[in-house]
C-alpha cells in the first residue's frame, strides 16, 4: 500500500481537462510544499512534469499544471493530448523514516 | 545534457548479493545529491536510498536498512547501491535518480532490472 493516495485510473477525450488527485498527511503532503509529480510511458523511465506543487520544469509544456490544498495535491493536463497517455506518479518529502514518498500511480486514458 | 547509465543488474538467488552502478555525465556530480528508486514488476515506484554530493550522509527505506549501502565516486562520476541478503521482493527494475535541489528528481536513468530468485 503506498504512502500517498491516487486514484488507479482516470480517462479524457482530446482537447478535454482531467485532474489527478494525490493524498497524503500532515506528514508529507501537508507538511512541505515539497510535491513532484512524474509521467512514465510504458517501457521508459520516469520524467519529472511538475515541482515543488506547481513549477514546470524546462521543457514541459504549459498544458500540465499543479496545486496543492491542504493534504491534498492535484496534476491538471489541459488540452488532453494521445502522447499523454501515461501513468503518472505523485511525491513528497516527508517528515517520517521514510522521507520520500510516492503515490500508487495513476494510469491516463485519452479516448 | 544530463544522462545517467545504470548497470549491474543481474539475476541472483535468495540471500546472494549484487553490486549496482550508475554512471552520471553532462552536470558536475559532485553538487548534487543521488538516490536509487525502484520498481517492482507492474508496481509503482519506491523510493530506496540517498546520499549528499560529497558522500557525508546516506538515508535508506526502513525495509534496505542494514542490507543495502549507497556510495559514490566523485572522482568516477559513478553512483553505487551495494544490495546484500536479498529476497525476492526485491525484485525490481533500479533507477538512479537526480536530486533536483529541491528534494525532487529531476533526472532519471533507464533502469536496471534486479531479479531474485531460485
Known amino acids: 500500500q503506498s504512502a500517498l493516495t491516487q486514484p488507479a485510473s482516470v480517462s479524457g477525450s482530446p482537447g478535454q481537462s482531467i485532474t489527478i488527485s494525490c493524498t497524503g498527511t500532515s506528514s508529507d503532503i501537508g507538511a512541505y510544499n515539497r510535491v513532484s509529480w512524474y509521467q512514465q510511458h510504458p517501457g521508459k523511465a520516469p520524467e519529472m512534469m511538475i515541482y515543488e506543487v506547481s513549477n514546470r520544469p524546462s521543457g514541459v509544456s504549459t498544458r500540465f499544471s499543479g496545486s496543492k490544498s491542504g493534504n491534498t495535491a492535484s496534476l491538471t493536463i489541459s488540452g488532453l493530448q494521445a502522447e499523454d497517455e501515461a501513468d503518472y506518479y505523485c511525491?513528497?518529502?516527508?517528515?517520517?523514516?521514510?522521507?520520500?514518498?510516492f503515490g500508487g500511480g495513476t494510469k491516463l486514458t485519452v479516448l | 545534457e544530463v544522462q545517467l547509465v545504470e548497470s549491474g543488474g543481474d539475476l541472483v538467488q535468495p540471500g546472494g548479493s549484487l553490486r549496482l552502478s550508475c554512471a552520471a555525465s553532462g552536470f558536475t556530480f559532485s553538487y548534487y545529491w543521488m538516490h536509487w528508486v525502484r520498481q517492482g514488476p507492474g508496481k509503482g515506484l519506491v523510493w530506496v536510498s540517498r546520499i549528499k554530493g560529497d558522500g557525508s550522509d546516506t538515508k535508506y527505506a526502513d525495509f534496505v536498512k542494514g542490507r543495502f549501502t549507497i556510495s559514490r565516486d566523485n572522482a568516477k562520476n559513478t553512483l553505487y547501491l551495494q544490495m546484500n541478503s536479498l529476497r525476492a521482493e526485491d525484485t525490481a527494475v533500479y533507477y538512479c535518480v537526480r536530486d533536483g535541489h529541491r528534494y525532487n528528481f529531476d533526472y532519471w536513468g533507464q533502469g536496471t532490472l534486479a531479479t531474485v530468485s531460485s
Open positions: 511525491s513528497s518529502y516527508t517528515t517520517t523514516n521514510t522521507l520520500w514518498v
